[in-house]
């Protein structure tokens, strides 16, 4: 079974710190993602990775950076969390097919509710 | 506005009722990805199609391509399908980027 880890399930900041979110994946792959879901928006992009020290910007990208060193880590860092940061993040991964017709699965980590006080 | 729309935004049955859930998107897709959210957990992929029907157990997805439109349906519906179903459009790039509907509460009841 893949398995997509995050470093922690609760996290409370206060604003102002610099904040890092872990994501580990086992299956080798390729890309990997990060989103912020909340309330009504539904699932946003914040950045992607397709590999080691690639990157590229989703659809929100500011107030994040992104670090992918190694290809079965990646992590979101917020350089000065805000209380607009306050949200559920999740990290995926899948596959990346070079056949131009994308048909791979994402597979999510259990998320980590990040409060910004 | 979303690329992507889910009906209904939120949906009540009872046990044993079918249940079908909407998705339409505006572009030409490489595949459309229903997934399932359970209250505090994380997210689990169900489906993955890019044409047909594909059926696991009590659920089934269909896409029509051409009406760029695809449902997922769960058959004899059970209190553990209560959960938040979301469906992504995958477009046709090879980054793997994908629009995200804003999902649909299901709660069914006993």
């Known amino acids: 079974d893949v398995k997509v880890t995050q470093s922690s399930r609760y996290l409370v900041k206060r604003t102002g710190e610099k904040v890092f979110l872990e994501c580990v994946q086992d299956?080798?792959?390729?890309?990997m993602f990060w989103y912020r879901q909340d309330p009504g928006l539904g699932l946003r992009l914040i950045y992607f990775?397709?590999?080691?020290?690639?990157?590229e910007k989703g659809d929100i990208p500011e107030g994040y950076s992104v670090s992918r060193e190694k290809k079965e880590r990646f992590s979101l860092i917020l350089e000065s969390a805000s209380t607009n940061q306050t949200s559920m993040y999740l990290c995926?991964?899948?596959?990346?097919?070079?056949?131009?017709?994308?048909?791979?699965?994402?597979?999510f980590g259990p998320g980590t509710r990040l409060t910004v006080l | 506005k979303n690329e992507v729309e889910q009906s209904p935004q939120n949906l009540t049955a009872q046990e044993g009722e079918f249940i079908t859930i909407n998705c339409s998107y505006s572009?030409?897709?490489?595949?459309l990805h229903w997934l399932q959210q359970h209250p505090g957990g994380g997210i689990v992929s169900l489906f993955m199609?890019?044409?047909g029907k594909k059926k696991h157990g009590r659920l089934i997805a269909t896409i029509n391509i051409q009406e760029k439109h695809s449902s997922l349906h769960i058959t004899a519906s059970h209190p553990r399908d209560s959960a938040v179903y979301i469906c992504?459009?995958?477009?046709?790039?090879?980054?793997?980027?994908?629009?995200f509907g804003d999902g649909t509460t299901l709660t069914v009841k006993p």
């Open positions: 990775s397709y590999d080691v020290k690639m990157k």
């Open positions: 572009v030409g897709i490489s595949a």
């Open positions: 992504a459009a995958r477009y046709n790039t090879n980054a793997g980027k994908s629009t």
């Open positions: 199609l890019s044409s």
């Open positions: 995926a991964s899948s596959y990346y097919l070079t056949s131009g017709t994308s048909t791979d699965t994402q597979y």
């Open positions: 299956m080798d792959h390729e890309n």
